[in-house]
């Protein structure tokens, strides 16, 4: 009986040290979301250093009025949003990844976010409004409807019997295929001002960011967020299986819903934003599970923050990689994804 | 003391428009006692256990001490009943602690309090009987097949449930593994629960089960101690194979094939 107090008593700490071992992992992370942050935003074409960034924050009066509107009309704009997209984006991935029982997934590589960019395409073209709803809210709103839209597909397909991750993943990318098609459609009838508005969203760029859109990020986040948390649990009891979750008292139907829910008005929120930022959903989760495992409760957030992270980088180097120039930032996300995808593509054949 | 009574009654089930299992009743399971399912590939075994587990559509009646168990949330069913899959997925990242603790924590347990370091022992509990404690902080995805089924053992034990369902432990492991599987089967059916197992094992039915369930084509057509249950006749009936049930050197009975 001894015997096993003892052993007790070390496993129990040995647990205790695993869950600090998380915590200062998360702060980690979180302090280099930070640490990114603070360069991004002292980085850009025109010639402010760090210094004088932070004093025109923390002091906007005494700045000249040309500083002032670079900072804080199109830097912190610029980086707060690269944060926010990422955050998104990646917490999308790795619901996803969770729910659909796949490594490979993440709104980009399954076709959520040329969904939405085709929704966002159509509320552009056709220019429906709401009387007293702002623009953005409408093609945000339409942008989610397709996105949820290609979410439920992707669910129907993946609980079909024999579907499997591969098929699910060819599936997801005939849908990129075909959303482009259309929205390539939609951008030949498309009228010259509303195409230039169009050409944005397939090229996924930080340059329109403002205030506006980021309240409303920040909201969907904020609201988000703690439903995801909430489920921690249960999404960790069901990378057990399906059928051990159901009996470990997960409603699995439920469970799987309202997730798609919350990835579906992610992804649409940040693809009206910023149009289609690939592979950050896919990065983000990966980077996430390889630092703190697959416990929930701290893999959803360290992929939020690693999603930051990764995005926020992404966005020193679109400003950093030609002197002078801002390139869109989803073509450097696309240039560290991709190797991404085809190394895991291939570690899991080796498995 | 209250004895642990669990009630099948014409339990129906099947998939889409395709009925697997019909209409079987058995006589009511005591506690302490392990029921095994035997019969051929697709005769319904697993699909019948399936869905006393609620993972199946059924219809008919399922009662743990008078209270029905199939048509309440999965939630409350969790409660008394678990069911443990065939195969668990590889590839997760969790260790086995981990794994474990978060079967307790997926719903809530009703007249337990969930005080963290409750939580804790009752994980490290379940870990301990199934005899893994030293892999506690194993990674599940480097674990070797038997032993990821111990854990998986572990986390269906964890909530103790009143009736636990296997289905096929057994099938993936090596005789070392088998023979440990089905002790803490035992041990845990002599408890005070209810176990029932799906095998196709049938010297492992014959030694640890306190009664066979013997299926064909959706029907129980035998049930009984496993002596009476398991006859030379009813092997030929259903597996079409003939073979003598004799007892070994030590009083064991043993199916030996002839053919």
């Known amino acids: ?351 | 003391m209250k004895t642990t009574t669990l009630h099948i009654n014409s339990i129906t089930a099947g998939y889409r428009n395709k009925v697997v299992v019909h209409n079987v009743t058995l006589p009511p399971l005591q506690a302490g006692t392990v029921t095994a399912l035997i019969g051929p590939n697709a005769a319904g075994k697993s699909t019948f256990l399936r869905a006393l587990a609620g993972l199946v559509k059924a219809t008919g009646e399922v009662k743990l001490n008078g209270d029905g168990l199939l048509n309440v949330s999965v939630q409350e069913r969790a409660g008394k009943l678990s069911f443990m899959p065939q195969t668990v997925p590889g590839n997760v990242s969790l260790s086995v602690m981990e794994s474990v603790v978060s079967a307790l924590k997926a719903s809530p347990i009703d007249q337990v309090d969930v005080k963290r370091k409750d939580i804790h022992g009752k994980a490290m509990n379940a870990l301990m009987r199934v005899g893994i404690i030293d892999l506690a902080f194993e990674q599940l995805d480097q674990l070797s097949g038997g032993q990821r089924q111990l854990a998986s053992l572990a986390r269906s034990i964890v909530r103790q449930p009143s009736v636990l369902l296997l289905d096929e432990p057994t099938s993936a492991l090596d005789l070392q593994h088998q023979i440990q599987v089905m002790k803490l089967a035992k041990a845990y059916a002599l408890s005070g629960n209810i176990v029932m197992v799906v095998l196709h094992d049938l010297n492992l039915a014959l030694r640890f089960a306190d009664h066979l369930a013997v299926m064909e084509k959706g029907n129980v057509v035998a049930f009984g101690k496993p002596e009476e249950a398991l006859t030379p006749e009813i092997i030929e009936r259903i597996y079409h194979v003939k073979a003598r049930i004799e007892p070994c050197s030590k009083g064991r009975l043993h199916v030996i094939v002839d053919e």
Request: aromatic share 8%; hydrophobic share 55%.
């Open chain 1, 1 to 351: 009986m001894q015997d096993k107090q003892e052993i007790f008593e070390a496993v129990g700490a040995q647990y205790r040290k695993l869950v600090r071992r998380r915590m200062v992992l998360l702060t980690v992370l979180f302090v280099s979301v930070l640490a990114a942050f603070c360069v991004d935003i002292a980085v850009g074409p025109s010639m402010l250093n760090v210094g004088d960034v932070i004093s025109i924050i923390l002091s906007p009066a005494q700045a000249d009025a040309g500083s002032r509107v670079i900072v804080w009309d199109i830097r912190l704009p610029y980086s707060v949003m690269a944060i926010l997209v990422g955050a998104a984006l990646s917490l999308a991935g790795a619901e996803m990844q969770t729910i659909l029982n796949n490594p490979l997934a993440s709104p980009f590589t399954l076709g959520v976010s040329a969904a939405a960019s085709f929704g966002a395409a159509l509320s552009i073209i056709l220019n429906i409004g709401i009387p007293g709803v702002p623009d953005e809210w409408m093609i945000a709103g339409n942008a989610f409807l397709f996105a949820f839209g290609s979410v439920l597909l992707l669910q129907t397909l993946s609980r079909l019997r024999g579907a499997r991750v591969e098929s699910i993943v060819l599936f997801g990318i005939a849908m990129v295929f075909t959303f482009n098609a259309l929205t390539g459609i939609v951008q030949y009838i498309a009228s010259a001002e509303a195409l230039q508005q169009m050409i944005f969203w397939s090229m996924g760029s930080l340059v329109r960011s403002d205030w506006n859109k980021i309240q409303l990020l920040c909201i969907v986040l904020i609201v988000i967020v703690p439903f995801s948390l909430a489920s921690s649990w249960k999404m960790t009891a069901l990378r057990l299986g399906e059928d051990s979750a159901r009996s470990y008292g997960v409603n699995v139907k439920r469970l799987r819903f309202t997730s798609l829910l919350r990835v579906s008005i992610l992804s649409a929120t940040a693809v009206a934003f910023v149009g289609t930022i690939g592979f950050i959903g896919l990065v983000g989760p990966h980077i996430a599970r390889l630092l703190t495992g697959e416990d929930h409760r701290y893999f959803l957030p360290a992929s939020i923050l690693s999603g930051a992270l990764v995005m926020s980088l992404a966005s020193i180097v679109s400003k950093a990689l030609v002197s002078g120039v801002v390139m869109p930032v989803g073509i450097v996300t696309a240039l560290i994804g991709v190797p991404v995808f085809v190394v895991l593509i291939l570690s899991k054949r080796s498995r």
